[in-house]
């Protein structure tokens, strides 16, 4: 009986919240949880329609959440805290991407042949994402300071003769007297844009 009072208080995550902390799709977490002990699928009534299924809603105790985690990111002693609120977010890259693919690969083991393509789609998004980071150049922000028409045409890589001619159509030009100047911070946003 205190069993069940204990897993009755535990916190319960929806999908939408697992997928949102592990930065993996909704259907992936489904397909991760649907078959593991302990977690709640409560099946609603059938649905009107042909070959509609029923409505299921997914509930995971955090005890599950965590062994899941630990489980397909490799960690083998139990953490001081919950690893769900250590998780990496997939926008901040926290996280060993060797774990991460982990995760990635026990889907792709345990996906029916039909999820698979869907799968595939989500990693070529990475991998042309991956390959656009690479081939972009590198820009070096520097400190702000004012550049001359030869170090402004230098990291433009065009001629002193372009600078000048264009700087009115610049929009980090600066004159200061007779002296063209130009932004360092300007320039460096106008070539992040070209």
């Not at 769900?84 to 029916?112: C, D, F, I, Y």
């Amino acid at each position: 009986m205190q069993e069940i009072l204990e897993a009755l208080q535990e916190k319960h995550y929806t999908v939408a919240e697992i997928s949102t902390k592990w930065g993996i799709s909704t259907d992936s977490i489904i397909r991760l949880f649907e078959n593991v002990p302990g977690v709640l699928i409560i099946r609603g009534p059938e649905r009107k329609g042909r070959k509609r299924q029923p409505r299921r809603l997914m509930r995971i105790p955090a005890s599950v959440a965590d062994a899941v985690y630990r489980e397909i990111s490799g960690i083998r002693e139990e953490p001081a805290a919950s690893p769900l609120h250590a998780l990496p977010e997939s926008s901040n890259g926290g996280g060993s991407m060797k774990n991460e693919l982990q995760a990635v690969l026990r889907l792709a083991q345990t996906s029916s042949l039909g999820e698979i393509p869907a799968l595939l789609g989500e990693l070529e998004q990475i991998r042309v994402t991956a390959l656009a980071r690479l081939s972009a150049p590198a820009l070096v922000s520097q400190p702000e300071k004012l550049l001359d028409v030869r170090e402004t045409a230098e990291r433009m890589h065009t001629s002193v003769d372009y600078a000048y001619r264009n700087a009115g159509r610049l929009p980090f030009a600066k004159r200061l007297g007779r002296k063209l100047l130009f932004s360092s911070s300007g320039l460096d946003k106008y070539l992040a844009r070209k």
